[in-house]
């Protein structure tokens, strides 16, 4: 009698520990992708959890890891700073929408020098990557910068050593305003740098030039506050030198013309404007059209829809612009094609 009833009690704790797992496991939303969003999906999901309960556990891996563990489904959703274009979301079932815009920002750790006092153009910035400009006193730098005491410093170029959507938008600037970077290195997540030390991740790349004497490197604005890197200035389209913040982001996605974008795939970089920051981009969340799991399906959806609701300031604070409500519309209309398995709507 004791050794049934022990079996029982046995059953029925086991019984409620799998419900217990069960619900813990739908209430655990995991993605992993982008280190550019990093620092406000980290906000974000901390601010959700305290409201909600429900937990968003994602790891700052790249774009190109959080691309391949998306296709390979061994996370809710991935991340991602370079876009995939229709034919390739199509091909592997997705779907993705942007959630917010930044700048990729050129970093720098040079004797003397103060943040924002540096100016470089494109031409400049492209040798300096490709290790045709050696020293910090070059003529080509100290000629637009006679103000500044330039010491003979060699350059030490740092950059990204994982596939990477930061290292995709900013090789896809260099790409557009340097031919022979265009011709040479080329734009992708991952390159064949001409020269360079490589850090993975933007908290890899912003340690090493922290504290690599004479480095340059580039990282997402927010890790460049961070660190508290020294960020330069740089020449735009309008030929005008700009500084690195919230405003000149914004003057870049002005232009941007969201609502004839196939699949919202949108390049910011090198836009026209005044104020444009020049090395902008948007970064995106991929997720399957036919989701095998309605409830964290539903649950990932109801997170970001909470982000465009209440988002918005940790966003601001953090040196991110939102996105449009124009925008945010057209994403909401996009989801509501996501579906089950059994073709039932996810979102409505």
């Known amino acids: 009698m004791k050794n049934t009833l022990y079996l029982i009690i046995s059953f029925c704790l086991l019984l409620t520990a799998c419900k217990k797992d069960k619900h813990n496991s739908s209430q655990t939303i995991n993605g992993a992708g982008a280190s550019f969003p990093f620092p406000v999906y980290s906000r974000w999901a901390y601010d959700y959890h305290q409201k909600t309960g429900v937990k968003i556990n ?29 034919a390739e979301l199509e091909k592997s079932g997705l779907i993705q929408f942007p959630t917010v815009m930044g700048g990729v920002v050129p970093v720098i750790n040079v004797s003397g020098i103060k943040a924002g006092e540096l100016k470089l153009d494109s031409t400049i910035l492209a040798n300096i990557f490709m290790g045709k400009i050696k020293f910090w006193d070059d003529q080509e730098i100290a000629k637009i910068n006679p103000e500044l005491s330039l010491p003979h410093q060699e350059i ?13 938008i900013f090789t896809n600037y260099l790409s557009k305003v340097s031919s ?13 740098w001409p ?13 090493n030039v922290k504290k690599i004497e004479g480095a340059v490197g580039y990282v997402e604005y927010a890790y460049a506050l961070q660190a508290k890197l ?113 073709g039932n709507k996810i979102w409505n």
């Open 58 to 86: 994602y790891q700052s891996v790249g774009s190109g890891a959080g691309i391949a563990q998306i296709k390979k489904k061994t996370v809710d959703f991935g991340a991602s700073d370079k876009p995939l274009k229709q």
């Open 180 to 192: 022979a970077w265009k011709e040479k290195v080329g734009n992708g997540k991952a390159v064949k």
């Open 156 to 168: 030490n170029v740092v950059r990204r050593s994982d596939g990477s959507g930061t290292t995709w």
């Open 230 to 342: 020294n960020y330069i200035q740089l020449r735009n389209q309008d030929g005008n030198y700009v500084k690195p913040e919230v405003v000149s982001f914004q003057a870049a996605a002005a232009n941007a013309k969201w609502s004839e974008a196939p699949g919202f795939y949108m390049v910011l970089t090198n836009q026209p404007g005044a104020k444009s920051w020049p090395i902008t981009g948007a970064t995106f969340i991929l997720l399957y059209q036919k989701q095998s799991n309605p409830e964290v399906a539903k649950n990932i959806l109801n997170f970001f829809n909470w982000t465009y609701t209440n988002g918005d300031e940790a966003a601001l604070k953090l040196h991110y612009v939102p996105m449009p409500d124009s925008v945010v519309k057209l994403i909401r209309k996009k989801w509501k094609t996501i579906e089950d398995l059994k």
């Open 195 to 207: 020269v360079g030390i490589g850090g993975k991740g933007n908290e890899g790349v912003a340690a």
